[in-house]
């Protein structure tokens, strides 16, 4: 895709989900592939429910890395979630 | 020695029983007999066990996953142990209903096997009429929500169809794909010369699955897997021995990979015995390739030999005789022109100028005299 259109809402795809809660370190589970989370793709994949649009996530990430370029959030958010769509990890309603 | 890190996944081999009679399958040629599989209380242990050393994922695979008529049981505990369950099957012992019961339980994903693109070439290849039912899977597929692998088996038998391929993938639910071309073990070594492609038909699938792959970005995840006996160096099999999982097989044996038993003299600590953890860290089997120590040269002194850890022991095994050697189809392999020789046999001899040389066309269309996988006892 070439960028995520701001208004679509993301939500993880069928079968991609996040490990249990209480687990030391959260991950991204997928098909035979997992991707470890920190803060910010945390934050991010948190968000990925189907409810929040692309430019929430942005706006409330924003917010939270207040001391952050609101651009470079801005960029690095839709880098991220054009990974995680080309990881077919996500579905954009 | 540092503890190893983690492992982050389970192979959980659950049965050897299977409808089908691959002639590619990398179980054992010797199968394990159903009288002697782990029951659901031992493999639910072993899940809690796998869950609190800090595997992720399981894979329930075989033989054929399906038969264990526990499957329900092992995915509810599976999921209870906190893993993520992959199912890695042939759908032929399914139904729009046992679908349904599969989801219910907890089963993330689902990787559904084809032998070919085609009625006959399945056929052939799997001994057994299963391509229609695939197909009739697929459509069940359409209707409810899990991940969906396709996993196509390529081989010379079948790497002309994978544009047939793609569209069955591409007419289905399905969000990535697989394309394995056969690695040598088990039945596959037996059957070795008559599954390895030639160096052209390698070549133009390359070339089929990386516009497809461009194509669709984002729709479809596609995974190709080669022939390593074409590459330049080897592969970092399993992510190195005893580094990223663990495999168990139906009565219990705890394996650095599914090809681990060709190699003489290794004692293989059992999960009836064991707690998971013990084995992981210490059994004779896991801790004997791990490291450095056991490297020879040219690993030993290799700029890659933390990058493929020096390939596949297995490998090395069956090629060189040698568990310990560099696996041969590594370019720098003292054993590779082993290697070589059976490709040039395949692909023919050299050209000299203005000579084409014949290609293997007719080896390619008459059938093979295969060896097929039987069900166990």
């Known amino acids: 895709m070439m960028s995520p259109d701001l208004q679509s809402r993301p939500r993880l795809a069928p079968g991609c989900r996040l490990n249990d809660a209480n687990k030391q370190q959260q991950v991204l589970l997928m098909p035979e592939r997992a991707l470890r989370l920190n803060g910010p793709s945390l934050e991010i994949v948190q968000r990925c429910d189907g409810n929040h649009t692309v430019l929430q996530i942005i706006t409330e990430l924003q917010q939270i890395y207040s001391k952050a370029e609101p651009k470079k959030v801005e960029t690095d958010i839709l880098g991220y979630l054009t990974l995680l769509s080309d990881q077919r990890a996500l579905d954009f309603e | ?377």
């Open chain 2, 1 to 377: 020695m540092t503890p190893p890190a983690n492992p982050l996944a389970l192979i959980a081999e659950l049965t050897h029983r299977c409808p089908l009679h691959c002639v590619y399958c990398s179980n054992p040629v010797e199968l394990t007999n159903r009288a002697e599989e782990l029951p659901t209380e031992i493999w639910s242990r072993v899940f809690q066990e796998a869950s609190h050393l800090g595997v992720l994922q399981a894979d329930f695979t075989g033989g054929e996953p399906l038969a264990r008529t526990d499957i329900l049981e092992l995915i509810r505990a599976a999921r209870m142990a906190g893993l993520y369950v992959n199912l890695i099957t042939s759908g032929m012992p399914m139904d729009q209903a046992r679908l349904a019961k599969l989801i219910e339980a907890g089963l993330d994903h689902l990787q559904l096997s084809f032998q070919g693109a085609r009625e006959d070439t399945a056929q052939e290849i799997s001994g057994t009429k299963s391509h229609a039912q695939k197909l009739r899977v697929l459509e069940w597929l359409k209707k409810v929500r899990v991940a969906v692998t396709l996993n196509f088996v390529i081989h010379r038998r079948n790497i002309d169809q994978i544009e047939e391929m793609l569209e069955i993938a591409e007419s289905s639910s399905a969000t990535r794909i697989e394309f394995a071309n056969v690695q040598y073990y088990g039945w596959a070594f037996a059957n070795r010369e008559s599954l390895l492609p030639t160096r052209a038909q390698l070549d133009r699938s390359l070339e089929v699955i990386k516009n497809a792959e461009t194509r669709l970005r984002g729709k479809i995840r596609i995974e190709s897997v080669v022939p390593d006996y074409y590459a330049k160096y080897p592969k970092p099999c399993m992510g190195g021995w005893g580094r990223k999982l663990v495999l168990i097989t139906p009565n219990g044996d705890a394996l650095p990979c599914h090809a681990a038993k060709v190699i003489p003299g290794l004692h293989f600590a059992n999960v009836k015995q064991s707690a998971l953890k013990e084995i992981w860290e210490t059994s004779e089997a896991f801790e004997t390739f791990r490291g450095e120590a056991w490297m020879q040269e040219p690993c030993k002194s290799c700029d890659r030999r933390a990058v493929d850890f020096g390939g596949c022991r297995c490998q090395a095994l069956l090629l060189a005789g040698d568990p310990a050697a560099t696996d041969p189809v590594c370019s720098l392999s003292p054993n590779r022109s082993k290697v070589d020789a059976l490709l040039a046999d395949l692909n023919g001899s050299i050209a000299t100028a203005g000579v084409v040389p014949a290609p293997p066309a007719e080896a390619a269309l008459t059938k093979p005299d295969w060896l097929y996988r039987p069900n166990p006892s």
